[in-house]
């Protein structure tokens, strides 16, 4: 289960910046109520939208997923390519980039003319990249779809790739970089903090890529990147809403059956080693108050220990009674806020943590309260009462993230992508369940190594740096 937060905002996802929005879909409020009380047990009984999905491979190599859902007037389109900045092998960002030129004009659409047109009938549409993937959908009304089913295709088959687009969707993602990590201590922290952990894996570079990178990339790296990538036995197509699953399949073979295949994909064969002694860095910036951030090496997505995981990293700082929030917040005080994740990853693993000190505070003395409660978790159970709070709100998490025609089209493709199959409800429901106050310890004292953490600490510059920076910033 993929957690949101500083991943999220800082690493997991880069988008183009357009609106985005959820269509109606599932009404799942009584499902939600009932799992708050009861647990996992009614919310297994619940009859998954999963199981009705039907998957279709075109001779092109791509995989169509549909569900028909009467019930909801708003149709969810995504198509999800099997890239991400964990691909890139020269230039970084490259995987962002290209999520920008998608919107830049083709063969018989200027630039943005694809959005226009959609948005004109009322669609909502956006894309992102993650290290994985590039996604890009619309959510629109059923008389809608083929056209977008049309404007894909156009996009896919005759995208403007020259050096007019290029540069202009360069200097858009250079000023994004910017603004949310140049400019930003939070994002600046996090690009950091996985530049320490990650020391070979590509996972290491920020997925909206290295400033020298953006600027020096050229025509040539855009096209090979599209004809390695974007491919149709690279694409997965969901669509879930009010539809009809012959007419969705006759409309994606005619527009996007004659999309070209690749016979190899290539991939970044590089894998992480294992760290054997701590990592620490600091960052000068022009912060207030100090900030502290951990992180481990965890496992890929779909290891048998990501449920133990995703109920430790709950119980240790995931709302205002976790362990590390109330510690850090209320009992000291000394920090305005505190939280911890776990973020799965096709590859490999994050588990990191952060916490924003109070102006004053001793991060040393911070770093050493952090500590304490790291090696509480590895060494003591935790409560039943804490089990139990943990479990429930990933279970409520599981059941709500199915609300919609939009999030169900990306739990089909997220999890097709990442597991070559749709995973049932009830099985993450169930794993969840079967974690135990030992399984807990375990991963914590498995994975929350000493040895295997990395430290950044976020501080003020001294004043003779900021005296020596000639922008005035002190970044």
Same mark, same amino acid.
């Given at each position: 289960?993929?957690?949101?937060?500083?991943?999220?905002?800082?690493?997991?996802?880069?988008?183009?910046?357009?609106?985005?929005?959820?269509?109606?879909?599932?009404?799942?409020?009584?499902?939600?109520?009932?799992?708050?009380?009861?647990?996992?047990?009614?919310?297994?009984?619940?009859?998954?939208?999963?199981?009705?999905?039907?998957?279709?491979?075109?001779?092109?190599?791509?995989?169509?997923?549909?569900?028909?859902?009467?019930?909801?007037?708003?149709?969810?389109?995504?198509?999800?390519?099997?890239?991400?900045?964990?691909?890139?092998?020269?230039?970084?960002?490259?995987?962002?980039?290209?999520?920008?030129?998608?919107?830049?004009?083709?063969?018989?659409?200027?630039?943005?003319?694809?959005?226009?047109?959609?948005?004109?009938?009322?669609?909502?549409?956006?894309?992102?990249?993650?290290?994985?993937?590039?996604?890009?959908?619309?959510?629109?009304?059923?008389?809608?779809?083929?056209?977008?089913?049309?404007?894909?295709?156009?996009?896919?088959?005759?995208?403007?790739?020259?050096?007019?687009?290029?540069?202009?969707?360069?200097?858009?993602?250079?000023?994004?970089?910017?603004?949310?990590?140049?400019?930003?201590?939070?994002?600046?922290?996090?690009?950091?903090?996985?530049?320490?952990?990650?020391?070979?894996?590509?996972?290491?570079?920020?997925?909206?890529?290295?400033?020298?990178?953006?600027?020096?990339?050229?025509?040539?790296?855009?096209?090979?990147?599209?004809?390695?990538? @974007? !491919?149709?036995?690279? =694409?997965?197509?969901? +669509?879930?809403? %009010?539809?009809?699953?012959?007419?969705? &399949?006759?409309? /994606?073979?005619?527009?996007?059956?004659?999309?070209?295949?690749?016979?190899?994909?290539?991939?970044?064969?590089?894998?992480?080693?294992?760290?054997?002694?701590?990592?620490?860095?600091?960052?000068?910036?022009?912060?207030?108050?100090?900030?502290?951030?951990?992180?481990?090496?965890?496992?890929?997505?779909?290891?048998?220990?990501?449920?133990?995981?995703?109920?430790?990293?709950?119980?240790?700082?995931?709302?205002?009674?976790?362990?590390?929030?109330?510690?850090?917040?209320?009992?000291?005080?000394?920090?305005?806020?505190?939280?911890?994740?776990?973020?799965?990853?096709?590859?490999?693993?994050?588990? @990191? !943590?952060?916490?924003? =000190?109070?102006?004053? +505070?001793?991060? %040393?003395?911070?770093?050493?309260?952090? &500590?304490?409660? /790291?090696?509480?978790?590895?060494?003591?159970?935790?409560?039943?009462?804490?089990?139990?709070?943990?479990?429930?709100?990933?279970?409520?998490?599981?059941?709500?993230?199915?609300?919609?025609?939009?999030?169900?089209?990306?739990?089909?493709?997220?999890?097709?992508?990442?597991?070559?199959?749709?995973?049932?409800?009830?099985?993450?429901?169930?794993?969840?369940?079967?974690?135990?106050?030992?399984?807990?310890?375990?991963?914590?004292?498995?994975?929350?190594?000493?040895?295997?953490?990395?430290?950044?600490?976020?501080?003020?510059?001294?004043?003779?740096?900021?005296?020596?920076?000639?922008?005035?910033?002190? !970044?």
């Amino acid at each position: 289960m993929m957690r949101r937060g500083w991943a999220a905002r800082f690493g997991r996802e880069v988008g183009t910046g357009r609106r985005r929005t959820r269509g109606l879909g599932f009404l799942l409020a009584l499902f939600l109520a009932f799992a708050a009380v009861s647990g996992a047990a009614f919310a297994v009984a619940f009859d998954d939208p999963a199981a009705q999905v039907r998957s279709t491979v075109l001779d092109n190599g791509l995989t169509l997923l549909t569900l028909e859902d009467a019930t909801t007037p708003v149709v969810s389109f995504q198509i999800w390519v099997d890239v991400g900045s964990g691909d890139e092998a020269r230039f970084t960002g490259l995987a962002h980039l290209f999520e920008h030129m998608m919107f830049r004009g083709s063969k018989h659409l200027a630039p943005e003319e694809h959005q226009r047109i959609l948005e004109q009938r009322g669609a909502r549409l956006n894309a992102f990249t993650s290290k994985d993937v590039t996604v890009y959908f619309a959510d629109v009304t059923r008389e809608n779809l083929p056209l977008v089913i049309e404007l894909e295709a156009e996009r896919l088959r005759y995208l403007d790739v020259s050096e007019t687009s290029l540069a202009s969707e360069r200097e858009v993602v250079i000023e994004e970089r910017r603004l949310r990590t140049d400019s930003n201590p939070e994002g600046k922290l996090f690009e950091q903090l996985l530049a320490l952990t990650f020391q070979a894996h590509p996972y290491r570079v920020p997925t909206i890529g290295w400033r020298s990178d953006l600027e020096k990339m050229g025509v040539p790296e855009c096209r090979d990147f599209f004809d390695k990538y @974007y !491919a149709a036995n690279n =694409l997965v197509v969901a +669509v879930v809403g %009010d539809i009809d699953h012959d007419e969705t &399949l006759a409309l /994606v073979r005619e527009h996007l059956g004659p999309l070209r295949r690749r016979e190899e994909v290539p991939r970044n064969p590089t894998v992480e080693p294992q760290q054997r002694g701590e990592r620490r860095a600091t960052v000068h910036f022009d912060v207030r108050a100090p900030i502290l951030s951990m992180a481990w090496q965890g496992p890929p997505t779909g290891h048998e220990d990501s449920p133990a995981l995703d109920v430790m990293s709950t119980i240790f700082s995931s709302g205002r009674t976790s362990r590390l929030y109330r510690r850090m917040v209320h009992e000291e005080p000394i920090a305005l806020g505190a939280s911890a994740s776990y973020w799965e990853l096709e590859r490999a693993g994050l588990i @990191y !943590a952060f916490a924003s =000190l109070r102006p004053g +505070v001793s991060i %040393d003395r911070a770093e050493a309260v952090f &500590l304490e409660e /790291v090696e509480r978790m590895r060494k003591e159970l935790p409560t039943d009462e804490e089990l139990d709070q943990a479990k429930r709100a990933l279970e409520v998490g599981l059941i709500d993230g199915q609300g919609t025609s939009h999030a169900l089209a990306s739990r089909f493709g997220r999890d097709w992508l990442a597991f070559g199959r749709i995973r049932s409800l009830a099985e993450q429901l169930q794993a969840v369940e079967a974690v135990t106050a030992e399984d807990v310890r375990r991963v914590a004292e498995t994975y929350l190594r000493p040895a295997g953490r990395s430290v950044v600490q976020m501080v003020p510059p001294p004043p003779e740096e900021v005296a020596a920076d000639p922008t005035g910033s002190g !970044a």
